[in-house]
């Protein structure tokens, strides 16, 4: 079992700023340089556009391309990316972040403060429709002192600013292109990135190849990734085994296991706070009742869940999305099934015959619909008749995710408590899904931001939690631990417990790597 | 085969594509989804939303907007892709290419099993080479392409490891990879393809062989083995061209199923992608492209069937 | 009809065929009396077991018994497909024996426009519609019985045509009998013994059109047990038991095989040739 880091950092890293963190690999040996990559992804990278992505393999593009201000270490807390260094008002609502000199975007042009702020706007301007709006911290201002200085000014006290801005959408994009139109970056890519875009096919392969004029002399250690798209999981775990790529991103638990037995292959596990969860419309009938959600969170039975979905890789889940991996979790006591109380619970609720329902499950990743195909049979003997519907992720997205009123989601961990809260689950979250729109918990969890006393924040995350096992705006039967692979010949990978972050300008190849055009 | 034929034949193309375009238009006007919603994003403001609908034009009665679609169409424009924003027609001509592609090997690679194993099965009708090719031949057209490929990816690509998976690799970018990722592709499509034709040319055959022209032959004291290729095999051949015509609209079906799988970026993947996301125009475009790509074949076998008729009878 | 039989039985495909189709028809009908377990029970502790006297054919992703769902299953597999089938022949029947009625114009009309819908293949057509239907067992079938009509109304008319030119047909246009009357008394018996055969290896067709769309997740929804999908749900887990998806696509492959050596016996023993 991989061990779960308690990441003890944000407080100190607030305390700290100011001190320009450098970016020094994990690893001893000086890197080779050179060589091509091929690293396998599960699903198409349809959006080049960094502010608007939003699924792991365009997060993976993205980064190669782009860079934010800051970028999160494998622990969890901010490196420099662009900012080489930052420090914050003594009441941590104003901070000034500082650029390195001299950087310069794909094209030639160079990357300034003006550069920043045009991001940051557009991020904040609702009409980018960019998840990095609600997730970057309660951001009100950001302006430039001078060339190379930007100021970002709070509606509040805010000590995770250096975090948030390392999401995944916060890259930086020229003002120029802004200006004329982001739609110059559904087709083609202008970053300050480690690497340039080569050629660009949504469903076959994304290829990049290293940018000489990185902020880094060092970095990127490859010449070339090549982000081969699979849409079938088996192949593309086949394809790993048989040394036709290099690094698998993501594979499902099913696959896991030829990995550890492939020769050749270095099978990579790590506990996180991604998830599966089932979620509630709390604004419709019969899910606006708490007792038809605690109903179905009692038939539960977490620990065969975990083996149903995750194939034992993984660890059972209290309807909160924090878990050990996230600093702030509360150890509340583990959710046992209860089929009789759930049956009275029912009844209470005016469905004393029972229930019926449509759940609806994505096709990808497969666990979805494994979580919803069990839960149907868990939940049968207390009355609840469930049908499930699958359907394409594609469709899913259009058409289900954030409007529907009974479905089966699935998340990355978030770098933060709030970061995981203020996307799901606050009234004003990005992704509000379930609508539970809880007052006492939108309050709990704005005042866990602005606290920056850690135990106060602690005992504040801690109700928050405890409204969200009490009242189950949505099920979250069990947390998966994150699973991917790599050839033996590759170096540097680490596996980033937030499930979407890559650092593959780390990555290099060794000496018996395959030589690749 | 007379001109004004020939010219009948195209008018009939002509007359296919329209009822087909009808078809698929009507079909893509009731599928529930909003274009403006879909192009612009669920957070897009109303006003916005508005301005996109008149600009594309989705306030106009149905019939402008079909003949607005069809119009561009004549032109070569299909539109532009509501999932990437980019012109629609030529990101299906790029992926016509490669079903076509693997449709042309699947058909050489059918076309030299299929014929032999046809023409031993007749010559040994009811013997155990004729049993076997039968058998087989059952299993071939019984066994859906999703099941053939999966066996075969189990068997050839994960427990022998001969093959990869799934994946395409241009022929103009590495010849040897691009050639190893089309064989699983290939067999899988043509598997059904040799057990339709073999049983074909099987039957053909043994009605040919009975006929008195090839006992004629015979009582004039050509020996067997003359018989059946100088005079049998080439009567017997030409139904085959008509069956291996139909069968394209089998393949373009097929291909469907099969790009999926072994994720070949080709127009059946394409479309399936685009029946996912809604992607209208992209839907429109590719069944349009794959009638079409029917149609033609079928005109190009009528005509090769035609010519090669004549010249048997005159020999 | 004994004749027919009797003909049937003395051909290999046609007994074959004949054993094939009655052991499914048998495992329709009686099949879920016989299932050893009840199809959608999990059980954690028994999953991607391997055939055994106590799971005859091993178990799945849930612990679920492989025989009892495929015993299950075969309602909704073969009797889906049959039906889609029977409702597609009946459509493409009536068209194809109307246009062949009709003749002239609107027989070059229909047959045209048939044709025209032949050259979408029938897998795209089913999607589309499919797609426009929503997801389903039910709409699986209409979209397979409308992708199956313009098929079937060609054979139709073909046979229709012969038809039409009898005897009896031309002495109930003389005896001035309507239209209908015709179409549906005279011609429409008379074109069904080919019309059967067709459809017989029709089924086959819409057994693998069926299980195709249930792999594509446009068909039968989990945790039914079509077959199709079971397919579809074992390559998933084909890693940890490979007799996951072994079994379902040997019953898809084997009801396929059955029709096709039925059809192929009664075409034989309708029309003997050599």
Known sequence: MPRIHRRDFLAASAALSGLAMSGIPAFAQTPRRGGTLRVSVDQAVS????????????????????????????????????????????????????LRKGLTFHDGSPCTSADVVATFEAILDPKTASPARQNIGPVTKVAARDETTVVFTLSAPFADLPVTLAYLNAKVVPAAVIKGGLEKLDRQAIGTGPFKLVSFEPERQVVVTRNDAYYDKARPYLDKIEVLVFPDVSAEASALISGDTDLLSTTPPTEFGRLQKASGVKPLRLASGQFCNVNFGCDQKPFNDVRVRQALALTVDRAAMVDFVTEGFGSPGNDTPLNPAYRFYADLPAKKADIAKAKALLAEAGYPKGLEATLIASDRPGQRTQLAVALREMAKPAGFDIKVETMPHATYLDQVWKKGSFYVGFYNMQATADAIFSLLYTSNAAWNETRWNNVAFDKLVSEARTTVDDAKR???????????????????????????????????????????????????????????? | MSPAYILKRILLIGYTLLVVSLIVFAITQILPADAAVMMLGENATPDALAALRLKMGLNDPIWMQYLHWLGGVVRGDFGVSMRTGQPVAPAMIEAL??????????????????????????????????????FLSYIGVSLPEFVTATLMVLVLADWLQWLPATGYVPLTEDPLRGLKHLVLPVLTVSMILIAHVSRMVRSELVDVLHSDYIRAARLKGLSKRQVLFKHALRNALLPTITIVALDVGYLLGGVIVVEEIFALPGIGRQLIVAIQARDLPSIQAGALIMATTYAVANFLADICYAWLDRRIQYD | MIEILRRMLRSPQGLLGLIIVSLIVLAVIVGPWFAPYDPEKMAPLMRYKPPSSQFWLGTDQYGRDILSRLLHGARATVVLAILATALGTLVGAVVGTVSAFLGGRSDEAIMRTVDAIMSIPSLLLALLIVNLLGKSSLNAL????????????RVTRSVALAVRKQDYVNAAIARGESAAFIVGREMLPNVVAPIIVE?????????????????????AQPPASEWGLMVAEARRFMHLSAWMILWPSLAVALVAIGFNLLGDGLRDALNPRT
Not at chain 1, 468 to 491: C, H, K, N, T
């Open chain 3, 142 to 153: 209409l979209a397979i019985a409308l992708a199956f009509a313009p098929g079937m109304a």
């Open chain 3, 199 to 219: 459809m017989t290896i029709r089924v086959a067709f819409a057994v693998m059109l069926f299980a195709t769309l249930s792999f594509l997740g446009l068909g």
């Open chain 1, 458 to 517: 602690r005992a504040l995350y801690a109700e928050a939690q405890k409204l969200m096992y009490e009242e189950v705006p949505s099920i979250i039967p069990a947390f998966f631990d994150l699973l991917a692979g790599q050839r033996d010949w590759v170096e540097g990978y680490e596996l980033h417990p937030r499930g979407s972050v890559y650092r593959l300008d780390f990555v290099s190849l060794g000496a018996n790597a395959p030589k690749r055009g």
């Open chain 2, 97 to 134: 290419g490669r079903s076509l592609l693997l449709a042309l090997f699947s058909i050489v690679l059918m076309l030299a099993v299929a014929i032999p194993l046809g023409i031993v099965a007749a010559v040994r009708r009811g013997r155990a080479a004729d049993l076997g090719v039968s």
């Open chain 1, 47 to 98: 959006k080049l556009n960094p502010l608007v992505t939003r699924v792991n393999p365009e997060y993976l593009v993205a980064e190669l391309l782009y860079s934010s201000l800051t970028r999160l270490k494998v622990d969890m807390s901010a490196e420099p990316d662009l900012a080489e260094s930052w420090t914050n008002s003594a009441d941590l609502t104003e901070w000034t972040f500082v």
